[in-house]
């Protein structure tokens, strides 16, 4: 509750005008009863129909009042519930843009879907409830039975016991309902993670003909989340109606003793009685709910709160160190481990790349090229050794500052939601129509891109879905040379494409990064074999580098590759 408190803090003043309209209105339907009171006993009984109509006009104007009161409590509710939604969502945002990859794996990303959407949505619906009706239930309750009591002393032992019955219930509504509350939320992230898995590998699952599998996957995880929610649904099930009816019995109690007493009784107060009686049952009622909903709110702003709290694993330098590429990028006995496991991925690599030159990057599946990369972007930092980008150990260097240097074709083609050009453009929002062309043309986009009706307005569906896998890579690539960076990495950004085509794109590539330093990660030997340097990797460790004809005299196991793919053709 804390995390709550400090939002509504924030608007302070906000939150009090509503409190205060609520008040009014509050005030305006206590009011009501006691006014009744009077109309039946003072008026009716004595036959003054001045007074009547006299009582009746005051009660309008009570009525009005308490109207204002509401329009005015409900306005200042909804928008500071929306208010808060809307600063808690963009700070959760914001951190989550600042996590390393090690962070987004422990939280995974289903649930961080469910942390900034849902979780949200069930405190700023307890937050709008918190100041329609928390407030205003106790509000009620105080006044109505301030007013039993003043009016009917003798039901104050039935009054007391009603309440203290009550509020033994809503305790333990509240202590059974928290742990269901928040299982729930956990089965919801479960729901959320099969369904995005599903989603993003529907044609692989199509593929396969593995729908009815899926099916089965998906509704043994939405049994979970149903179970969970008839256990949370139980608790109130079970709460509610005891609140209902240990207060409908104090009525029934109240009307009894009120004619046991055998005394003349004023029908007027006794019907204010019931009044007030019934408005203390919708209190409770309303108390009851909005408990419910904090119980929610509450396992929902403990997950934020995680989020929120969650320390970065890759520590931001607070030095502003310049990057100078003069000195080439250099790898010093870098070893490597994923935080999920205590096995190396990569194990004491050396090398230089000097400045301008071309590396490539070869092993088979699962030797740890594309973790050597992400080393060098700082998606992870090293579990041993240095990264040096020029002087500068990459640790000492502004992420921004780095990453900008830097751009990034990946095997999977990444694409947003939008036009061909944003897509092109996004890396560099302002880059002249020339540079946008030799771009297009370098990654051998020209003929498809004509080939659309809409050209480069051409919009997009999520991640380039009306696009084939090879237009996609050379998309993702056009838009990396766009960027023009100092550093180019391309890994595996080919493997869709057919040999005549990655040849014109790598020829392409290789007189535009004039300049550049660039990594080629692949598997296939022909892509590399014109590289400055060639790096391989087997097993996490690096087994041989230098040039292609090198490698062929000193590394058996890139001569074991060039023989599998290429055998004894003789390539210049």
């Not at 009171?37 to 009042?65: F, P, Q, R």
């Not at 032992?157 to 509240?174: D, E, S």
């Not at 996957?217 to 139980?234: H, I, K, T, Y």
């Not at 092993?363 to 240095?386: A, E, M, N, P």
């Amino acid at each position: 509750m804390k995390l709550i408190i400090s939002y509504i803090r924030r608007h302070l003043m906000g939150f009090c005008l509503a409190i205060l309209f609520l008040v009014i209105e509050s005030f305006c339907d206590l009011m009501q009863p006691m006014m009744m009171s009077k109309i039946v006993d003072d008026a009716v009984a004595s036959g003054n129909a001045t007074l009547v109509l006299k009582l009746g006009m005051m009660m309008l104007e009570i009525a009005l009042i308490g109207a204002a009161g509401a329009v005015g409590r409900n306005y200042f509710a909804g928008h500071i519930s929306q208010t808060i939604g809307k600063e808690m969502r963009s700070e959760l945002y914001r951190k989550i843009q600042s996590f390393s990859f090690e962070n987004i794996d422990h939280l995974e990303t289903a649930s961080l879907i469910t942390r900034i959407t849902n979780d949200v949505a069930q405190i700023q619906n307890f937050i709008n409830g918190c100041m329609r009706i928390l407030v205003k239930a106790p509000i009620i309750c105080i006044g109505a039975i301030g007013f039993i009591i003043i009016q009917t002393p003798a039901q104050i032992p039935v009054v007391v016991c009603i309440l203290v019955i009550a509020t033994v219930l809503i305790i333990g509504n509240m202590k059974l309902g928290y742990p269901r509350f928040r299982k729930v939320q956990i089965k919801l992230d479960a729901l959320n993670d099969v369904s995005r898995s599903y989603l993003n590998l529907v044609r692989v699952v199509k593929a396969f003909g593995q729908e009815e599998q899926e099916k089965e996957r998906f509704g043994e995880v939405a049994d979970e989340l149903a179970v969970a929610n008839q256990s949370a649904m139980r608790v109130n099930a079970v709460f509610n109606p005891l609140i209902s009816l240990v207060v409908n019995l104090g009525i029934v109690v109240l009307l009894w003793t009120a004619g046991y007493e055998g005394r003349d009784i004023e029908i007027g107060k006794l019907m204010a009685s019931v009044n007030y009686m019934t408005q203390v049952l919708f209190a409770l009622g309303m108390v009851s709910n909005i408990l419910n909903n904090m119980i929610r709110a509450n396992a929902s702003a403990s997950r934020v709160k995680e989020v929120l709290e969650e320390v970065p694993a890759m520590i931001e330098t607070t030095k502003d160190k310049e990057i100078d590429l003069a000195e080439g990028i250099s790898f010093e006995d870098v070893s490597f481990h994923y935080p999920s496991t205590k096995e190396y991925t990569l194990e004491h690599i050396t090398f230089h790349i000097p400045r301008g030159k071309t590396c490539g990057i070869i092993g088979s599946t699962g030797s740890g090229k594309t973790t050597l990369i992400q080393l060098l972007l700082r998606f992870y930092d090293t579990t041993g050794g240095k990264i040096k980008v020029g002087k500068q150990d990459v640790k000492e260097v502004k992420l921004k500052a780095l990453r900008e240097k830097m751009a990034l074709v990946s095997q999977k083609a990444l694409l947003f939601s939008g036009t061909i050009e944003s897509n092109l453009r996004w890396g560099q929002p302002g880059v002249s129509e020339e540079k946008l062309k030799e771009a297009i043309r370098i990654s051998q986009c020209e003929g498809f891109i004509a080939d659309l009706d809409q050209g480069l307005q051409t919009v997009l569906g999520q991640g380039g879905i009306n696009l084939s896998g090879g237009q996609k890579q050379r998309l993702s690539l056009a838009r990396a040379l766009v960027k023009d960076p100092e550093i180019l990495i391309l890994d595996d950004c080919t493997s869709a494409l057919d040999a005549t085509t990655e040849a014109k794109v790598l020829q392409g590539i290789s007189a535009y990064a004039k300049g550049m330093t660039t990594f080629l990660i692949t598997q296939r030997i022909s892509t590399v074999m014109k590289a400055d340097y060639i790096l391989c990797l087997e097993n996490g460790k690096l087994v041989g580098k230098g040039t292609h004809e090198e490698l062929m005299e000193q590394c058996s196991i890139y001569q074991e590759i060039y023989e599998s793919q290429i055998g004894g053709e003789q390539v210049g």
